[in-house]
């Protein structure tokens, strides 16, 4: 299970993400804050960031700063050495995404006012959206971004998929449908810029690629995951998080059910099962070398108000018998 | 299965566990009782009577070779009417430590040459029964646990039932109301009611492809019963209601707070929330405003409610011959057009229309048998309405060429198309008439 992170935040946790450059993690949650902890050393770091409403993601800009995304409609920068906050922008409705572009410099949020928004966060100082950059809108609510390189994945409410390029914003590269039947959770680039995979309510998780020629086509597939036996019924979950393993291109699955799986997406094989979780997965995230694996295991208000167990987050170390690929066995083709 | 006429309780709250093999009624509220037990009896009769139908839809070549291959499957699924066997793939539920990955449907049968047409096989309506026994199976089989979601039987096709709504987006509204004094259980009530009006929407969507494709509905009673659809069915004196509740499909299709404003009447309108389902529905609409013109209205209504009212309102009977939209063809077209239509239309609402109206005008192939075995008592209707309405059309129409073309009879009869003043003054001969009465 992996050892819990200490002072958790008190209410559910939306989103958590480690740094890129260290072992930090950020924790954005329900009560309104934005947490950041050492993860190795389990401990909290710096000062818990509070907003005026439950923060529904935040990442990363350096080790020294993040972005949060609100659902009192504000976008801010988060200065953890500095311990303060500024204020980058608004939507019009609650901020569901934050994404950092290091390729861009840019910092991309999607709201459930429909749009997207990208801005320039070094205008942070300056009067009110003068770090805007520009606003995109979309088919419908934002559920879910991700970014690879210069691609930009962005997944709505109604299953619509929007590909950009950030080089060219004007107008979105490729405008799809999920091919799961429904409701989309969440979005996730693969490392290597090839495709994302899209994870629905419906217990399946969808390998889509960027390619749209007969043969990128060809190879995208969607499988079943999450789903319990449970009597006689077979309980579908909603597939809450998906995150990739950074060098080996495996990824992790977390699910309503309050398990977590490690796929190989290459040669379609389920990795390892992580044992279940007191409650649903919220949100998961692999460490800049993959060695470290954050699970939040955080009621998801599936249910609608319940009583639940306590929400918590726990630090995995990762084996790499978890997520190493297994490739497959028997190749057609002998190598040398 | 409806012994008890109690309402389950597990299922109001989104998790009975017996499905539809339950002993209570699993219907939102009381007041739609009545349109839900319409819908009820034979859940499972459609997979069985329903199969042989499908074979005639020879016309498109790849799709339909893709779909055949699937459908055997699915035949196999609606024998059983039930259980965990997952037609569309390989075997069973998932055994935790089990690898079942398959692929799309729509990916595993391509092949380079069909690829477009592959996609196009899933992503088009044109096998009504297949559509329907998809969502049949995706409801039975796959119905997640979060209830407020889209759905769309079509991969990468647009939402059959749209409106969802995410966790996260409740969650922020009960803490929003919460903060501003609201007493939990009102926000509980308000959560509950968006629930049932979305299971609402899904239970007709799934009845509504259903009905009229199922013989064993009883043949007058199929009527009523196809066209249970809260709103729509009930009387035809609904007319006006219907399209108020039409009006609040803007709303209620955008769920937050508006959602709670949903009414049993607008879930129904909502899946067909699609404006491509003009061609059909306008004609249909009159049935539904005004009893006296059932012409083509029949119970395949379902599928009409939307945004083509108020262009439907307008053209009244005489714009039959000339309709407002771009189908001309479709007023007054043979009998067995007509009647493959409406054969064809029932499934699944949304794509069909479209698909229908291409692919009658491209070729014709009419699932004859389908229509006529399946929808024989509502096609009996529509056919006299029809024949009714085209002779009164081309009274309408401008000068027909009746006399010359007396010696062309045959030919007249076979067209697909009618261009305005073709159109015969009387009935076909009987030899043309399609349908069996």
């Known amino acids: 299970m992996g050892r819990e992170l200490a002072h958790p935040p008190k209410d559910g946790v939306s989103n958590l993400r480690f740094s890129r450059s260290s072992d930090r993690l950020l924790v954005s949650s329900w009560e309104k804050t934005v947490r950041l902890y050492d993860a190795r050393a389990n401990e909290p770091v710096g000062v818990v960031f509070t907003h005026k409403g439950p923060v529904l993601d935040c990442c990363f800009h350096d080790d020294d700063s993040g972005f949060s995304a ?83 994945v962005v997944a709505t409410a109604g299953r619509h998929v929007n590909v950009y390029d950030l080089r060219r914003m004007s107008e979105p590269e490729q405008q799809r449908m999920s091919f799961l039947s429904y409701q989309t959770r969440c979005v996730e680039c693969y490392p290597n810029g090839t495709g994302f995979a899209l994870g629905s309510v419906e217990g399946r998780v969808a390998m889509d690629f960027f390619d749209q020629t007969a043969a990128g086509l060809s190879k995208r597939y969607a499988f079943k995951c999450h789903r319990l036996n449970e009597g006689r019924r077979i309980v579908v979950y909603p597939v809450n998080a998906i995150t990739f393993h950074p060098s080996y291109g495996t990824f992790a ?27 649903s997965i919220a949100a998961l995230s692999f460490s800049r070398d993959g060695s470290l694996l954050a699970v939040a295991s955080s009621y998801t208000y599936l249910k609608g108000d319940i009583d639940h167990p306590p929400d918590k987050i726990f630090i995995r170390d990762v084996n790499d018998l978890e997520v190493k690929p297994r490739p497959k066995l028997f190749p057609k083709f002998a190598s040398a | 299965m409806n012994r008890r006429q109690e309402l389950c309780r597990n299922f109001q709250r989104g998790s009975c566990k017996y499905g539809a093999q339950c002993r209570y009624l699993h219907a939102t509220s009381n007041q739609q009782q009545q349109q839900q037990q319409q819908a009820k009896p ?32 699915r035949f196999g699924f609606g024998v059983q009417g039930g259980g965990a066997s997952q037609p569309r793939n390989a075997a069973g539920p998932a055994m935790p430590f089990q690898n079942k990955w398959v692929r799309d449907p729509s990916a595993t049968t391509k092949q380079p040459e069909a690829q477009p047409a592959a996609q196009a096989a899933h992503t088009s309506c044109t096998d009504p029964a297949s559509c329907r026994q998809q969502i049949a199976d995706d409801f039975k089989n796959e119905a997640p646990l979060w209830k407020l979601t889209c759905y769309a039987h079509l991969r990468s096709g647009p939402c059959d039932i749209t409106g969802d709504v995410s966790y996260e987006e409740l969650r922020a509204k009960a803490y929003e109301q919460g903060k501003q004094g609201h007493p939990l259980q009102s926000i509980v009530e308000g959560e509950r009611n968006l629930q049932n009006a979305k299971l609402a929407e899904f239970n007709t969507l799934l009845s509504s492809t259903r009905a009229s494709q199922t013989p064993s509905f009883p043949t007058v009673g199929s009527f009523p019963e196809v066209k249970n659809n809260a709103s729509f069915g009930g009387s035809q004196t609904n007319g006006p209601p219907v399209f108020t509740s039409f009006n609040q499909i803007g709303a209620a299709t955008n769920l937050g707070s508006g959602a709670r404003t949903t009414t049993p009447g607008v879930p129904t309108n909502t899946i067909f929330g699609q404006p491509t389902l003009p061609a059909f529905g306008q004609p249909t609409q009159p049935a539904f405003g005004q009893p006296t013109q059932p012409a083509f209205g029949q119970p395949t209504q379902p599928a009409f409610g ?4 108020p262009t439907f309102g307008q053209s009244t009977r005489p714009t039959f011959g000339q309709s407002t939209t771009s189908t001309p063809s479709f007023a007054a077209p043979t009998f067995g057009n007509a009647g493959m239509k409406f054969g064809v239309q029932d499934a699944s609402g949304n794509q069909m229309p479209r698909q229908t109206f291409g692919s009658m ?14 929808n024989r008592d509502i096609d009996r209707q529509s056919q006299e309405l029809l024949s009714g309405m085209t002779a009164r059309t081309s009274a309408v129409e401008a000068p027909v060429e009746d006399k010359k073309n007396e010696n062309q009879d045959d030919s007249i009869w076979l067209k697909e198309k009618w261009t305005i003043g073709q159109i015969p003054m009387d009935e076909p001969p009987q030899r043309h008439v399609s349908h069996v009465f």
């Open chain 1, 70 to 152: 609100s659902a009192d409609h504000v976008v801010r920068r988060l200065a953890f050495i500095a311990d303060s906050s500024y204020r980058l922008g608004s939507h019009v409705g609650p901020v569901s995404c934050v994404e950092y572009s290091y390729d861009q410099g840019q910092v991309i949020t999607g709201s459930w006012d429909k749009t997207i928004k990208c801005w320039d966060p070094r205008g942070v100082n300056g009067p009110q959206e003068h770090a805007l950059i520009g606003t995109h809108n979309q088919p419908e609510r934002v559920y879910s971004l991700s970014l690879a390189g210069y691609k930009l």
């Open chain 1, 253 to 279: 699955t977390g699910g309503a059910d309050g398990f977590v799986y490690t796929w190989d997406g290459e040669s379609k094989k389920k990795l390892f099962q992580y044992p279940k979780h007191e409650t």
């Open chain 2, 42 to 73: 034979n859940p499972f009769g459609f997979g069985a009577a329903s199969r042989p139908q499908q074979q005639p839809f020879g016309a498109q070549s790849q799709q339909f070779q893709q779909q055949q291959q699937q459908q055997p499957n």
């Open chain 2, 306 to 309: 939307q945004a083509t009212q």
């Open chain 2, 361 to 374: 005008s491209s070729n014709s192939n009419f699932p004859n048998s389908t229509s006529s075995s399946n």
